[in-house]
């Protein structure tokens, strides 16, 4: 530990912390690291310092805080900072957060620079730049989601009668068309952008003002610098605003959560196509761009993309349970993880998209395994029973269960299926033929059939798809509106900062 006490010296990190003041003795070295954060990190983030500087300055001029005078001489040396780097600028200071002070001070003096922190604390400093962080994310991943929703609905479209088989507990259940599963995969989406832009409205809401818990005596208008922040109102507890239990320092849990769900979403899709994309199913192929190969074996073809998506949903989840553990035990909140999960979950989204751009359908393969061997369609030999003949569903699906026992004892497949064969089957059961037609259940064989018959709101049938994607681009198109009218109230606020910034300094 460096034990030197010459008053004056400051710590990384920490540049309020003047050997001789408080403490005698510098940092130890992990506290400065802690403390200053991890660089990358901190260079993203730089950006959001020098914002919320400036608009505390603004705010702090306009209440007559400070004279004219000094909020000028600061706002003047902020903007030069700009002129050499922000980020650049900052880092050479060694004192993250407090990296503003801690130029203006150099550049100025204590007498003017030391001004800049009254009304504030690290505590709202960080709880601010973590909430602009976390909006910027936001908004990346509502834009990547609809992208993402966009390719759902057109591969859907091209697909309305591509017929494949679905599955449950990994085995054929029933058939369908490709359109509707990837519809099905849109909805989901459709609920993640609800979900997010329900996340900025709460993330979107200022802590500035409230500095550690009680806010400050000083005749601060925290109103006044939520509007120059883009903020679209004030956090109304001081305490919650900094220390709330659903998430320290500005860090809401959801800024986890919901991320979180968007990528087991999109990773739920790559385990589709990852298994689908398998020798044994053959259903799809991805373009070579998104694939490896191998050192050995040089037919390979190896989803490389998809399992790299697999991966990052495991470190997706590791990171919110890691977070919900810290926040359990009182952790001060240290979030290190929240940017690499942003980066994956965003990353995961749009590398999703290229993925079904690019992607090609094997249709005659599908359709081959939703005629095949497999008793598709033994639920719709069911319903037939229960249509032409009037049975109870359960009478009907007992019989029919044992028309597949005998089937596949006899090795037949559901192609091979007769009247007589289910007359068989029903006396077995209920020891009288049904006398089911032919035409009956040769329709009830067809898996396109199959899938026309199922008209009801929200089917496979073809005309429903259709519905549904006319429904989901109306609804994509509404959202690209919602994000646009946040992009520009935001481009407001950047622009109402500078022109309060050009009136104090004249």
Not at 205 to 215: D, H, L, Q, V
Request: charged share 25%; aromatic share 8%.
């Amino acid at each position: 530990m460096n034990k030197d006490s010459i008053y004056g010296k400051v710590a990384k990190g920490e540049p309020y912390r003047k050997a001789g003041a408080r403490l005698t003795e510098d940092a130890e070295d992990v506290q400065k690291r802690t403390k200053l954060g991890d660089p990358e990190q901190q260079m993203r983030e730089y950006k959001f310092y020098h914002r919320f500087d400036k608009a505390h300055l603004v705010m702090l001029a306009e209440q007559g805080f400070h004279t004219r005078e000094d909020a000028a001489r600061m706002l003047q040396a902020l903007r030069r900072m700009e002129q050499a780097g922000i980020e650049k600028t900052r880092a050479e200071t060694e004192a993250g957060e407090h990296s503003g002070e801690a130029w203006l001070i150099t550049e100025l003096g204590e007498d003017v620079g030391g001004r800049i922190h009254a009304g504030r604390s690290s505590g709202d400093f960080m709880a601010v730049t973590s909430r602009i962080f976390i909006r910027e994310f936001i908004l990346k991943l509502m834009d990547a989601s609809i992208a993402l929703r966009k390719q759902l609905v057109q591969l859907a479209s091209e697909n309305v009668d591509t017929v494949m088989p679905a599955s449950t507990w990994s085995q054929h259940a029933q058939p369908t068309t490709f359109a509707h599963y990837a519809m099905s995969w849109e909805l989901s989406l459709e609920n993640d952008f609800s979900r997010l832009k329900q996340l900025y409205e709460r993330v979107n809401m200022s802590p500035a003002g409230a500095a550690i818990m009680t806010g400050s005596r000083y005749p601060i208008k925290r109103e006044r610098t939520a509007e120059l922040l883009g903020f679209d109102g004030v956090i109304t507890n001081t305490r919650y605003a900094v220390l709330g239990f659903d998430g320290w320092l500005g860090v809401p849990a959801e800024a986890y959560t919901v991320p979180a769900l968007l990528m087991m979403n999109v990773s739920g899709i790559a385990s589709e196509l990852y298994l689908w994309s398998n020798t044994e199913f053959s259903y799809v192929e991805l373009a070579d761009r998104y694939c490896g190969t191998s050192s050995i074996m040089p037919q390979k073809k190896n989803p490389y993309t998809l399992m790299w998506i697999r991966g990052a949903a495991a470190r997706t989840y590791g990171h919110l349970a890691s977070y919900l553990y810290e926040m359990h035990d009182a952790c001060m909140g240290y979030t290190r993880q929240l940017a690499p999960t942003l980066d994956d979950v965003l990353e995961a989204t749009q590398i999703m998209t290229g993925v079904l751009a690019t992607l090609s359908l094997k249709k005659d393969r599908m359709l081959a395994n939703a005629t095949g061997l497999n008793w598709i369609c033994a639920t719709d030999i069911a319903d037939a029973i229960v249509l032409d003949k009037g049975l109870p569903f359960r009478t009907a699906h007992q019989i029919v269960a044992i028309l597949v026992r005998l089937g596949i004892s006899r090795g037949l497949t559901q192609a091979d299926v007769t009247s007589a064969l289910v007359d068989e089957a029903a006396i077995e059961y209920m020891g009288k033929p049904l006398g089911l037609s032919e035409a009956s259940l040769r329709q009830a064989l067809t898996p396109i059939e199959c899938i026309k018959a199922r008209t009801l709101t929200g089917g496979p049938a073809p005309e429903r798809v259709e519905e549904d994607i006319a429904r989901a681009r109306k609804q994509y198109a509404t959202d690209e509106n919602i994000l646009a009218e946040i992009s520009q109230r935001l481009a407001a606020s950047e622009s109402r900062l500078e022109q309060a910034i050009d009136q104090i300094i004249g």
